[in-house]
């Protein structure tokens, strides 16, 4: 077992490029993203006040009768560290927009142009026990949509085309993946294909 886990890794590395962090990266097409299943609602886009002295949870939910949880997102007292360049002091309110991805798991957040303080950085965790379709993985290097599921973590756009694993993202119990948030952009619930 734990051969084919390093030929595994040995595999991603090989296959992905390296950043000038060194971080590796993979191409779109190197990743197996997870999507909704087919028929699966909607899940809106929400734009919603962040004030930095406060702690602000928000909740995406399935156009459901059951408002299934899709993501939930926390921004911790004094996440926001800067909005294009100006810094914000304890008391700004900067308004964030989540759109969630069309036909499967991720998002992009805007502004792009806000930081997130370091000692503060906002958490998401995406939920898809009842529409991810793990069924994507068939066939591939996991043995079981359970390994696949198992293999889930956040990626972001680093370039178009190119994601890098967000340090700290994995799956948690009841079929999630929970993750820090350290800047706005794009992003998608993957594992190495």
Request: with cysteine.
């Amino acid at each position: 077992m734990w051969a084919a886990t390093g030929l595994a890794i040995a595999s991603v590395i090989a296959c992905g490029d390296l950043d000038l962090n060194g971080d590796v990266t993979l191409s779109t097409d190197q990743l197996l993203v997870l999507p909704s299943q087919a028929g699966a609602p909607a899940v809106p886009l929400a734009s919603f006040s962040v004030p930095n002295p406060d702690i602000v949870v928000r909740r995406l939910e399935h156009l459901d009768p059951f408002n299934t949880l899709y993501m939930e997102i926390r921004f911790p007292e004094g996440s926001l560290a800067s909005l294009n360049g100006q810094p914000l002091t304890a008391t700004d309110t900067v308004t964030i927009t989540i759109e969630p991805r069309a036909g499967g798991y991720g998002m992009t957040v805007s502004p792009r142009g806000v930081a997130f303080a370091s000692g503060a950085t906002p958490s998401v965790t995406f939920a898809f026990a009842r529409y991810g379709d793990l069924s994507v993985a068939n066939g591939s290097q996991y043995a079981t949509p359970v390994a696949y599921a198992a293999a889930l973590a956040l990626w972001f756009e680093v370039t178009p085309g190119r994601w890098r694993r967000v340090s700290g993202s994995g799956p948690v119990p009841t079929d999630a993946v929970a993750s820090p948030l350290p800047e706005p952009g794009t992003y998608v619930i993957a594992a190495p294909r």
